[in-house]
């Protein structure tokens, strides 16, 4: 009796819109209240909240991460399997209409006839009918099927936005390590002319007698030590340009520049609440999808225990003529209710759903992981930030007071109050630190655009404006991301 009142109870369940299985519920993570290693006050403005092209001010660097979200091929790659999941959602969703199929036959065959005995006779027959059969969700496994797959599409949108950002972010990073290479090479060269005036002078001073071959082939040393650095330079610099053209999509071939890296200027915004970043990076956003589908087929593993309730129906005709099809004598047709289930499976169902249960642990965990993940890399890049700014003002100061012995030393020289070695030590300990300063003025650009990246800049981004991308309104969905954003053509002018 009480299994008997179950299936009833059951139907009202479904009836009522509920779906067997467990509703999701986003698992519990440790939020901590600020970041370690915070630069400012903390607030709930932060710099990802700013789109690509406000983050950065060189035209030159905006166009050519506008041609590569236009041309890049992993970006292309991303697109497609976005593309690939909106199919299959609306495949999954098919499931909740009526499926109809037709069918028809024409045949002839010999029989033998008893009336006319034991003689055969042909017998034309032809047949079309109709068919439809419809599953009623009545436990919602469907529409566990359905969430699944949606979480799907949510997730390979939010892979997408994560190959986005990661694009702006490596093609800025390679931008201005090209730029400062730019500088290494005009620092090399520097140097080159630098330890030939002091070569030239020497020399003058070894034919007037007044100083030593030693002198001479010192300086005619560092010369040649400062000219082999060049080549080092140029093939880092066409391997930099070489790997932009990749980002950008076509071949290799020379970058322009724009602003010098020491003229670049990057947001100095908060970095925002941490509780936030849950919201912002891509991929936090794209592991908690992964456990709202594994929670879905959870619900789809229980549904395939209940039996499947439907309706099947079939209208058609057969007659020995096809003229004949349309009389009323020849229709058929069927109506009917279907009750199907499992008996006996050999414990796949069982096995089915707990390997469900295993993926979603899996996913859960994952999800968590990526959380601790970021909070770990952002807090690391903050103290990364605030500490490039320390180490860059006391690259400048080394470079101003060795800028300045090397000014003295050679002034005390043509004195005769110092010796050449004064001269060449003072100018080969200039030259590192320039080319040290210059590194760090990159390495404190980068930390910026790694705190963008690692705080999920650009999350508002709309990605409806990309080339092949499947509209946010076409899905039917109620997108958490908001509203599409507008495209750098779009975008106001400050």
């Not at 797959?149 to 390590?177: C, E, G, H, K, N």
Request: overall charge negative; charged content about 20%; some cysteine.
């Amino acid at each position: 009796m009480k299994k008997a009142a179950l299936i009833p109870a059951l139907a009202l369940l479904g009836a009522l819109g509920c779906a067997i299985g467990p509703d999701y519920q986003r698992p519990e993570i440790e939020v901590p209240v600020e970041y370690r290693g915070k630069v400012t006050v903390q607030e709930a403005e932060s710099l990802a909240d700013l789109n690509w092209w406000q983050v950065f001010e060189d035209p030159v660097l905006l166009e050519l991460i506008k041609t590569t979200l236009e041309n890049n091929l992993d970006l292309e790659i991303a697109v497609a399997r976005t593309e690939q999941a909106y199919r299959l959602s609306i495949a999954t969703d098919s499931a909740f209409y009526p499926q109809a199929s037709y069918g028809g036959t024409a045949g002839k065959q010999r029989a033998p006839v008893a009336v006319l005995g034991g003689a055969t006779a042909d017998f034309t027959n032809y047949a079309g009918a109709l068919n439809f059969a419809w599953e009623i969700d009545v436990w919602g496994r469907i529409r566990r099927a359905s969430e699944s797959a949606r979480a799907q599409l949510l997730a390979s949108q939010d892979i997408q936005r994560a190959v986005l950002l990661t694009l702006v972010s490596d093609v800025a990073t390679l931008y201005f390590a090209l730029i400062e290479l730019d500088d290494a090479q005009h620092i090399a060269q520097e140097a080159v002319a630098a330890f030939t005036d002091t070569l030239d002078l020497f020399t003058r001073k070894y034919e007037g007698g007044v100083a030593s071959k030693l002198e001479v082939a010192r300086a005619a040393a560092a010369r040649a030590q400062a000219t082999a650095g060049l080549p080092g330079i140029a093939i880092q610099i066409a391997a930099t340009e070489n790997q932009l053209s990749v980002l950008l999509g076509r071949p290799p071939g020379e970058i322009p520049r724009g602003i010098p890296l020491a003229q670049q200027h990057l947001p100095d915004l908060p970095s925002g609440l941490p509780s936030a970043l849950l919201e912002r990076r891509p991929d936090i956003r794209q592991a908690e999808q992964a456990v709202v589908a594994s929670n879905a087929q959870i619900g789809v593993a229980l549904g395939n225990f209940l039996p499947r309730v439907g309706l099947v129906a079939m209208w058609g005709g057969g007659a020995e003529g096809i003229a004949n099809m349309a009389s009323p004598s020849a229709s058929v047709w069927n109506l009917a209710a279907e009750l199907t289930g499992p008996i006996f499976q050999g414990g796949l169902l069982y096995a089915q759903y707990k390997s469900q249960q295993a993926a979603w642990q899996e996913a859960k965990a994952n999800y968590e992981l990526t959380a601790l993940n970021a909070f770990a890399e952002v807090s690391s890049v903050l103290v990364e930030r605030r500490l490039r700014i320390v180490q860059r003002r006391a690259r400048e100061t080394q470079v101003e007071q060795l800028d300045e012995s090397v000014r003295l030393s050679l002034l005390r020289y043509n004195q005769g109050l110092a010796n050449y070695f004064e001269v060449l030590q003072a100018q080969q300990d200039l030259y590192p630190a320039m080319f040290d300063l210059s590194k760090t003025r990159l390495e404190e650009q980068v930390s910026v655009i790694k705190l963008y990246r690692a705080l999920g800049g650009s999350w508002q981004l709309g990605l409806d404006w990309l080339p092949d991308t499947p509209a946010v309104e076409a899905t039917g969905i109620d997108w958490p991301m908001g509203s599409a954003a507008q495209s750098p053509a779009d975008a106001p002018a400050d």
